[in-house]
């Protein structure tokens, strides 16, 4: 079962990338490198399914919020305003 989520999130992986080399603006890029942070830390979670080792869902939750900065920083960076805006 978890060999199959593992295949289907690295065919998700492998849509991602694609969608960012050949990504016709920015913005669709920004968002293909949004969801494979997702599919990172999904990997990290179903790592800690599958081991039964808890450091997995401690890295998966570092990356999520790392993620999630680094959207908001470079959505505001396109958009051309400041960080303090």
Do not use: H
Not at 20 to 25: D, E, S, V, Y
Not at 27 to 44: E, Q, S, Y
Request: aromatic share 12%.
């Amino acid at each position: 079962m978890i060999e199959t989520a593992f295949l289907g999130l690295c065919a998700c992986c492998f849509m991602c990338l694609y969608r960012i080399g050949r990504g016709p603006n920015a913005p669709d890029r920004t968002v293909a490198i949004d969801i494979l942070g997702v599919i990172l830390v999904c990997f990290c979670g179903l790592l800690g399914l599958q081991t039964g080792k808890d450091f997995y869902m401690n890295i998966a939750l570092a990356w999520a919020l790392l993620s999630f900065i680094g959207t908001l920083a470079l959505a505001k960076f396109l958009e051309g305003r400041g960080f303090d805006e």
